[in-house]
């Protein structure tokens, strides 16, 4: 579906974006991995060898835009796309890459931000980069608009050498609707020697000067823009004004209530916001309601260029709590909100009782040696008397805050080293726990290293684990530097080569899958002294039912005789890997053949020997 032209199929947001990117011709794509945005570059590497593009998984979002830019001021027409913390890492880049200007290839940023952190630890509203760095900003409501705003994105960026970004949420990423595929152009560019100064010294306030310049002149451009649709009456008693996802919500809610007299401003072209439009449309409402996720991004630019009109509607929307100021826009908070400003009664929608919602609890895959590595954090935690500070970030093992709150702290990604070097220089203040950072393979080559560096030159009294699962698993098992399978093409960096060049005063591995050597060796690490790493060595379980490497003829059963039951729990309640449930019925727990991966962590774990592994063939 995604390589046939002029054909309407069901695809994703980041389907479409993808595909957008086909017919804009892109020739160049780099990424990291996450959610919501992870499928984009996926979806362009299972077809990077039949375009002939180039599509990787650089080690961190900092480098992919990096990587991206060189790939523009070379000629080559580029794509970066990346989540809301992942344009954290990258900007610093991107707020020099703004002045420096992206050559005549043409860069384009796609950001997908996580309203409600279904996926991410904040709800982060990235359109700030776009007024911080003076760059456009457009948001698709559609999938199809997703789809035909790449190659206009491009095209805009190619005319003023600028990056452009380009803002996507996680409903209209994930979810899925009709597209209409246009052609697929050939190759018309090749790459060409870089442009001269491609730096900001000595003078970076006239760079800045002629972005503004820039941006005056797209401004102008928005004015004319299509995407932006304007309500058809003369006058109107609502007039909400929506951007992204939200335009469905807004046009839903409407239909909803069977509401008269409210039109729908739509912007797509949201930065820099095309004045001449929003005034004409403001100038025929009484009201004026805002819909738009995360932040009041749009509602605060329409009200301070209101203060230059005559006549000022009332403004409604997150800034006096009409609409939540947190949390995803919904259909819901729509029609409640147009209802209240209209006057209109309505039944609101009925919730499904509590009581038939089965309690899902978030936790680790069956098999999981995250879990094995808590459970070990679990033992040592009252060997020292809870004297353990547990420093971590992001991935996997994050579940850790969930995990009898195995996990102390868990910030951003890298965050884990650093905040634990912090830690580990303040015994002279009192402070008397041991510190563990924890991080997972990926995360190491994203942030972690310089972090580890810090420790080692400051001398910091810590115990770093590396967790080795081998992969990306978080986001979908994509390849870093350090995985065993690796494309031909591409060289593996090792874990313990790194860590050992950085010298650390103790270094050890360790099978994770052996938790009573796991719990023994933290223990006696977190007793030394200086900087100490421990990089354990697993799989993930879902990476080995991918690759088909799953143990056969082996499973496991509770002995009934041996199991204490409700006098116990241990297996269900606090090493809680979900292929052990509780049977009410025969009063014990059971272990479900279905979800079990056979890693017998089950068998180490529980202190009455009741649970055996039996061979099946």
């Not at 008397?432 to 310089?450: E, M, Y």
């Amino acid at each position: 579906m995604m390589t046939a032209s002029k054909h309407v199929t069901i695809m994703s947001g980041n389907e479409a974006i993808a595909r957008g990117a086909l017919e804009g011709g892109i020739g160049f794509c780099a990424s990291y991995p996450g959610t919501p945005s992870t499928e984009i570059a996926a979806t362009l590497q299972r077809i990077a060898e039949e375009h002939d593009i180039y599509v990787e998984w650089s080690v961190n979002e900092k480098v992919a835009l990096e990587a991206a830019a060189g790939a523009s001021w070379a000629g080559v027409p580029a794509l970066c796309s990346i989540k809301s913390l992942g344009l954290n890492v990258a900007s610093d880049f991107l707020l020099n890459l703004n002045l420096s200007g992206t050559g005549k290839g043409g860069l384009v940023i796609v950001v997908c931000d996580d309203p409600r952190g279904h996926s991410s630890s904040n709800e982060q509203d990235s359109r700030f980069y776009a007024k911080a760095a003076q760059i456009p900003l457009l948001e698709p409501s559609t999938y199809q608009e997703a789809k035909d705003i790449i190659p206009y994105a491009l095209k805009i960026s190619q005319d003023y050498e600028l990056p452009v970004l380009i803002r996507s949420t996680t409903r209209l990423s994930h979810s899925r609707g009709l597209v209409t595929m246009g052609e697929i152009p050939k190759r018309t560019w090749k790459a060409e020697p870089l442009v001269e100064n491609l730096f900001n010294v000595p003078t970076p306030h006239l760079k800045h000067r002629d972005l503004l310049k820039k941006m005056d002149k797209i401004s102008e451009v928005f004015e004319e823009s299509l995407w932006n649709t304007l309500p058809s009456e003369k006058k109107i008693d609502v007039l909400i004004i929506s951007s992204g996802i939200s335009r469905r919500y807004s046009e839903d809610a409407i239909n909803l209530l069977d509401a008269e007299n409210i039109g729908v401003l739509n912007l797509v072209t949201t930065y820099p916001l095309p004045n001449k439009i929003v005034s004409a449309a403001i100038s025929k409402a009484k009201q004026v309601l805002f819909s738009e996720e995360i932040d009041p991004f749009i509602e605060e630019e329409v009200r301070s260029l209101a203060v230059e009109l005559g006549n000022i509607p009332e403004f409604h929307g997150k800034r006096n709590g009409t609409i939540p100021a947190f949390g995803e826009m919904t259909t819901d908070l729509m029609r409640e909100a147009i209802a209240n400003l209209r006057g209109i009664k309505f039944g609101k929608t009925k919730q499904v009782e509590s009581d038939l919602l089965i309690p899902r609890p978030l936790t680790f895959c069956a098999g999981c040696t995250h879990r094995n590595f808590y459970w070990a954090v679990r033992k040592v935690r009252k060997r020292t008397k809870d004297k353990l500070v547990v420093a971590g970030d992001i991935g996997c093992y994050s579940l850790g805050v969930f995990y009898d709150r195995a996990m102390t702290t868990m910030q951003a990604m890298g965050s884990g080293i650093g905040v634990a070097t912090g830690l580990g220089q303040l015994e002279q203040f009192g402070f008397d726990s041991k510190v563990i950072a924890v991080a997972g393979d990926s995360t190491f080559f994203h942030a972690c290293i310089p972090g580890l560096i810090n420790a080692k030159h400051k001398g910091a009294n810590l115990t770093f684990v590396i967790l080795d699962n081998e992969t990306t698993a978080m986001t979908g098992f994509q390849t870093h530097p350090g995985s065993v399978h690796q494309e031909s093409r591409l060289n593996r960096v090792k874990i313990e080569n790194v860590v050992k060049a950085i010298e650390p005063d103790f270094f050890a591995r360790c099978d994770a899958t052996d938790i009573p050597k796991l719990v023994d060796l933290l223990h006696s690490t977190i007793n030394k002294e200086g900087l100490k790493v421990l990089l354990l060595d697993s799989i993930c379980r879902l990476e080995v039912a991918r690759r088909e490497l799953a143990t056969e003829g082996v499973s496991f059963r509770i002995d009934k005789d041996l199991c204490k039951g409700d006098r116990c729990l241990i297996c269900v309640q606090e090493f809680a890997c979900p292929a052990i449930s509780w049977d009410k019925v025969i009063g014990h727990p059971v272990i479900l053949d279905q979800l079990c991966v056979q890693c017998g962590a089950c068998v180490a774990v529980c202190p009455h020997d009741a649970i055996k592994e039996e061979r099946t063939s």
